[in-house]
Each structure stands twice: as structure tokens, then as C-alpha cells.
RNA sequence: GCCCAUGUAGCUCAGUCGGUAGAGCGCUUCCUUGGUAAGGAAGAGGUUCACCAGUUCGAUUCUGGUCAUGGGCUCCA
């Protein structure tokens, strides 16, 4: 007699031994064709074991997030397979499951994008078959005579110890596998096979070349489709593309990794840098500047010299040695210094939009994802030991707020002490625990990272979510124990005696550069009316409407509008379609009619078109939504 | 940094099995003076095909190197 639980704690009992299947078939037929692996006392199971004790169970169904890692590391077997019948000398190596789908790195002759779809319909034909996966344990020397042809394989039994070495078979095919597996090859529904690269055997270029074949799958074929076509939109967004399609930044070879800013980017950067200047000063900060190039005797003592080295810029002025600054911080120690602090000036919120330049490798940079040159809207706040939480608090919040206006959310995740770090356990425990009372005080639920601290103080890290549901690490709140020590900061307390600040450093938008790139892709360019480069286009008519264009424009700029006028000879029609895919948010129309009224006709990117208005009737509104930096899309 | 691919007009790209280059968009001019998502015509534009060598009578094309860009290189059966 089997006695097995369920999640909500009810029970079922058994007669004989069932496998996992049978005790799915159990609650109904429908539930189980559904299922695709079970957690059978906490551990993940194929639904054919047997169940031999008293159990624990829980079901993944195909909803589960982790039923998806098990559909995918299933497909991966079905990829292997279907290449090995078409490339039988091919030897498989590995074949994980990673964030949005697999791959399987495999030792064969070099393939072309062509050829995947040759693989695919060899895929599909297993799937067909709805071959079913069959687990069988081995000792290790079975396992080594099995695979005696693939010495990637063995070289991988070697490592495993003679317990657990378990195969999996579908089919004729067999893999070393540690499982579990779906019950079916017939259970992927959407598969596909995405691209081709190159990858060593165990991440080590002195070894093997392999091929590793990317593919993603899914339990139904809508999934699929929605997937690819998500990929489809992200390339349409492609920031690389919309900011030299909008005339926004661009990058050349004479500064690789550094960005080159437009008028137009430039003037979304101002946008970008007037809001975060206005909400700053309003929370109680001020903003500093420090120099970019300092002496190496500065970095040695903020050990920088000694832990980042590799990454920074240096130079040598009148034989002294200096080094481009990769950080602000080491600067600020110096600002901090300049003067005394009582407890009362505490805390000191400093801010400064910085530009930094770190050395990345030269194959890891990619627009204004990933460039060596930026800049970053830091902030380092000095403080009392008590005042951690209501600071940690005060960026939180400050966040939000700006966070919001560009439509983003944004989820939290807290990083604590790792094994190599400085500091007492008094101090890291206090400083964890302010970290975790404002996250609490805060409210929103947040992730634990445990020991994925810096070795100077644990963190908050701020996940933003673009329009895409793509994530991006931008904020960051890291407290900092080293820095103030090593620099020797002191205030004096109520008790007349020197104590050691604590410092935060922290950003929100994170590097600026990189937070434009997101924000293009995020708006896929049409952005809200206070952030367009260009906010408003007139078009005359005609030719001879030219000079009260120009006038328009004029008084347009005077009450604070990005504003300009299309001169060429075109038609109406063509100003505006180009208007329009270049998402200018308002477009006057000048006529006969305007000119000799005095009024205007704007059309908005919905296609609506409002006709004789004043001025002010425009102006009015259009500064409101400006100044108030509203998301939405002005009705006039 | 490493692997693979790519680098041709401002942009997107075609082409030359080695004989000094083309299209569309954009730009200029002209015709049209047009009222809400592409009117028509002509023309200019490449220090000659990223850069540097080599092979060759001759290289943008072949070979080697350099630089840049893109994808990947962390996610361990």
C-alpha cells in the first residue's frame, strides 16, 4: 500500500506500486495528458517512475515555468537526434537548457543557417512519432562502453560518480541524461531551430571547436509564434537601427564603443537630464562634478588599482601617472574631504552625472547596450549608521517616480554578503538589515541573492521591464563600508567624538547612454511628446508659405517647442506620411486659410487633425503635457 | 581578447568567375502650387568598393594582416 500526498494535502492510497502517470490518470485523464513531470518529495521526477515509498507529490502541468525547462531540455534530445541521422560522425557534448530555449554544442563539420531547416524536418518527423522517453541507470563502466565512440561523453562519465548515471532513450536514440523528461516526443508542439554559432568544448579555446545549435520550443504552437514574432518586433526596435533611421547618435571607428551624439540625441539627452536634475533637487540632493582624469595614487588607495586595473584608461602627464576614471566614487572621497561635517549636515545626498570609461572587450560591445565610454547619474550619499533605511528608502522611491514616467516597471532584488568580503559581521548584519526594513517599509515584493553582494556592502539592484517584457538591470543601491574607511571620512556626532559615515552609492538610470538605447527600444521611437527630439513639424503647402512657416516656427520655439519646418518641395501628403514614420507627435499644416486667420490646423499621430486654433489654444496645452511630462498621447 | 560572418554613395543593399561600379531611398534643380500617409522629370554624389601589404600586365574582386560592426563565447550530461 502507497500513501500519496498532495499539495493541499489531501491523500490517496494505492494497492500496488503506481508510477507517476498513474497517480495523475487518477485525479483525470485530461490532467494527465497535461502533465510533464513530477516533484516527487521535492525532487524532479519522469512521470514513468515508479513510485516505491510514501510520497510527497506535485504535478508540473504544462503551465509550469519549470515544465517549460523540461519540454526544452527534451527538445534538445530531439535536435540531437534528428542531426545525428543526418550527420551520423557528429558527437554530441552538451545540450543545457538555457533562458529562452536550448542549445546542444556538437562536434561536427561546420553548418550553414541553410541547413537548419533540413534539421527541423527531421525534428518534426520525431516528434511525429511521439517516441517516448525511457529512463534506464548504469553503472559507469556500462555508461563508458555505450558511448565509447564520443570521448566528450566519457570524458563527462569520468567525472560523474558510479550512483547516478542514468540514460535516457527515445527512440533509437540514447543520451546521457540526468532528466527529468517529458513523457512524449509528440508533447512539443512548437520547435524551432533559431541560429548557428561557434563554442568550445567546455568553454576553453585550447580545446575542441564545436558547433552549438540554438533552438527554443514550446507546448503549443501560439507560444512559438508569439515568441519569434516578439523577436521580430525587438529587431524592429533595434536602437543600433531607429537611432541613425531618427538621426539620434551614431558610431564610428575612430572611437569604438563610444557614442556619437546628434543635435536630435542631444536634445533627448537634455530631456532626459532636466527631469532627473528636477526631481533630484526636489529629494534633497545636490550635484557635484569631478575631474575624469586622476593620479594612479588615488586609485591605489581606493584599490582600485589593485581589483579593475584591466579595465581602466591610463596616461601619463609631466611622467606622473593618471588614470581615466572608470568610477565617480573615488572622486567624491576626495569632494567629501574638502571640508568638515557635523552629524547635523548628515545625511549628504551628492550627486553627478559622470562620465566614466572602462576598457570592455572589444567583441562585447554592442551600441548603447555595452560601450566603454558613459555616462553614469550617480549619486553617493554619506550618513549615519541609522539613517541606512529611510536613505535606502528616500532612492527607492525617488526611483518609482522616475521610473514611471517612461511607462516602466520594475521589480527588486537584494544581494547579500559573499564569502570574499571586508567589513565585521556587526556591520554587514546592520547594513543587510537596513537594506531589508526599507525593502519592506517599501512594500514590494523583492528576490534574494544570497552572498551576490560587492565585497564592500550588500545591494539592491533595480530590474526594469520594457514594453517587450524584456528585463535590464539599471538602478542600483550598494552600501559601502570600504571606501569610507579607506579613505579615513569622518563627522562628528552629538557626542563630540569622530565617527565614520556610512556611504551609499547608487544610480537610477544607471548609465545613460545605455538607458537612452533602452528607452528607444522601449518606445520603439515614438516617444511621449516631452522626450521627441522633434516635437512638433510645419509644413506650408505651398512654396510661398514658406516665410510664415519660419514664423510659426518661431514663436513655436519661443514658448518651448522642439520645432522645425519641411521646406522641400514635396506634397502635402509626402510631408506628412514622413512626419509620421519619424512619429513627430505634432504636425501644423500651413495653408492659405492659417495664414490669413492666424490660426493653425495640428495633426496628431492618431490621424486626427484639429483645425483653427490660436496659438495659445496650441501652445497652452502642448506646455502642459511638456512641462508635466505626461506619457500619454495629447488630445488637443 | 577568442570563434564565425560582414564591411561597396548620407541610408538600405545589388554586382564584378580579376579588366578601375549600380539600384532604391535621401540630396540638388526644374515642372507641378498641391489641404492631410509616397506627384513627375533631370542631375549631382564613390579621393573607386574599411585600411595596409602581397600575388598579377592589371585587385573592389584572390591571399595575408589590421581595424570596425554583427552573432556567439556565463548559464555544465
Not at 537611432?243 to 542631444?266: C, I, N, Q, V, W
Not at 505634432?586 to 490669413?596: C, D, N, S, V
Not at 486626427?608 to 502642448?622: E, N, R, W, Y
Request: aromatic share 10%; hydrophobic share 40%; with cysteine.
Amino acid at each position: 500500500m502507497i500513501t500519496i500526498t498532495f499539495p493541499d494535502n489531501s491523500i490517496k492510497q494505492f494497492e500496488d506500486i503506481p508510477t507517476g502517470m498513474d497517480v495523475a490518470k487518477s485525479i483525470s485523464e485530461g490532467f494527465a495528458r497535461n502533465c510533464v513531470a513530477m516533484k516527487i518529495n521535492d525532487q524532479f521526477q519522469d512521470l514513468s517512475r515508479p513510485i516505491q515509498s510514501d510520497a510527497a507529490i506535485e504535478f508540473l502541468t504544462v503551465n509550469d515555468d519549470n515544465a517549460l525547462e523540461v519540454l526544452r531540455h527534451s527538445a534538445a534530445h530531439v535536435m540531437a537526434e534528428a542531426v545525428l541521422n543526418l550527420y551520423p560522425e557528429a558527437k554530441l557534448t552538451i545540450g543545457p537548457v538555457v533562458e529562452d530555449g536550448f542549445y546542444y554544442d556538437i562536434d561536427m563539420p561546420p553548418i550553414s543557417e541553410d541547413d537548419l531547416s533540413k534539421i527541423e524536418a527531421e525534428i518534426q518527423k520525431i516528434i511525429k512519432a511521439k517516441n517516448t522517453f525511457e529512463r534506464k541507470v548504469v553503472s559507469k563502466d556500462e555508461a563508458l562502453e555505450i558511448f565509447r565512440d564520443n570521448p566528450f561523453k566519457c570524458e563527462l562519465i569520468n567525472e560523474l560518480s558510479d550512483q547516478d548515471i542514468s540514460l535516457y532513450r527515445n527512440g533509437a536514440f540514447i543520451d546521457l541524461c540526468r532528466g527529468p523528461h517529458i513523457p512524449h516526443t509528440g508533447m512539443i508542439k512548437g520547435i524551432k531551430l533559431m541560429k548557428i554559432s561557434g563554442a568550445y568544448w567546455r568553454a576553453d579555446p585550447s580545446r575542441e571547436q564545436l558547433q552549438r545549435l540554438y533552438g527554443t520550443a514550446f507546448f503549443d504552437k501560439k507560444k512559438l509564434n508569439q515568441y519569434l514574432h516578439l523577436i521580430e518586433e525587438a529587431k524592429k526596435r533595434d536602437h543600433r537601427k531607429l537611432g541613425t533611421r531618427l538621426d539620434l547618435y551614431s558610431f564610428h571607428d575612430e572611437a569604438p564603443g563610444m557614442a556619437f551624439f546628434h543635435a536630435k540625441g542631444m536634445d533627448m539627452w537634455n530631456a532626459l537630464l532636466d527631469y532627473w536634475r528636477q526631481t533630484h533637487r526636489a529629494a534633497g540632493y545636490v550635484e557635484t562634478k569631478t575631474p575624469v582624469i586622476l593620479n594612479r595614487k588615488l586609485w591605489e588607495k581606493s584599490g582600485h588599482w589593485d581589483n579593475y586595473r584591466e579595465n581602466m584608461y591610463t596616461c601619463i602627464i609631466d611622467d606622473e601617472e593618471y588614470a581615466i576614471k572608470p568610477m565617480n566614487c573615488p572622486g567624491g572621497m576626495i569632494l567629501f574631504k574638502t571640508r568638515s561635517y557635523s552629524y547635523r549636515d548628515l545625511p549628504l545626498r551628492a550627486g553627478e552625472v559622470g562620465l566614466v570609461h572602462r576598457h570592455e572587450l572589444s567583441g562585447a560591445l554592442s551600441g548603447l547596450f555595452r560601450v566603454r565610454s558613459f555616462h553614469q547619474d550617480d549619486a553617493h550619499i554619506f550618513m549615519t549608521p541609522d539613517q541606512i533605511e529611510s536613505e535606502v528608502l528616500g532612492v527607492l522611491r525617488l526611483s518609482e517616480q522616475i521610473y514611471q514616467k517612461f511607462g516602466l516597471t520594475f521589480h527588486l532584488e537584494l544581494s547579500t554578503r559573499p564569502e570574499k568580503s571586508i567589513g565585521t559581521d556587526a556591520q554587514w548584519e546592520q547594513a543587510t538589515a537596513g537594506l531589508e526594513k526599507a525593502l519592506k517599509t517599501y512594500g514590494q515584493d523583492y528576490i534574494i541573492n544570497e552572498g551576490d553582494g560587492a565585497f564592500y556592502g550588500p545591494k539592491i539592484d533595480i530590474h526594469i521591464k520594457d514594453a517587450l517584457g524584456r528585463t535590464w538591470q539599471c538602478g542600483t543601491v550598494q552600501l559601502d563600508m570600504a571606501l569610507p574607511e579607506r579613505f579615513d571620512l569622518t563627522y562628528k556626532g552629538q557626542d563630540n567624538d569622530k565617527h565614520r559615515p556610512i556611504m551609499i552609492h547608487r544610480v537610477i538610470y544607471g548609465s545613460m547612454e545605455r538607458f537612452f538605447g533602452i528607452l528607444v527600444e522601449h518606445f520603439a521611437g515614438k516617444f511621449p511628446l516631452w522626450l521627441a527630439p522633434v516635437q512638433a513639424v510645419v509644413l506650408p503647402i505651398t512654396q510661398d508659405l514658406a516665410d510664415h512657416a519660419d514664423s510659426v516656427k518661431k514663436d513655436l520655439e519661443a514658448a518651448g517647442i522642439r520645432c522645425e519646418v519641411d521646406h522641400r518641395n514635396e506634397t502635402l501628403k509626402k510631408k506628412i506620411r514622413e512626419a509620421q514614420i519619424n512619429y513627430v507627435p505634432l504636425i501644423l499644416t500651413i495653408g492659405e486659410k492659417e495664414k490669413e486667420t492666424g490660426t493653425l490646423s495640428v495633426r496628431t499621430l492618431d490621424g486626427k487633425v484639429k483645425m483653427g486654433l490660436s496659438m495659445a489654444d496650441f501652445t497652452t496645452p502642448v506646455q502642459r503635457h511638456i512641462k508635466e511630462r505626461i506619457l500619454d498621447d495629447i488630445v488637443l
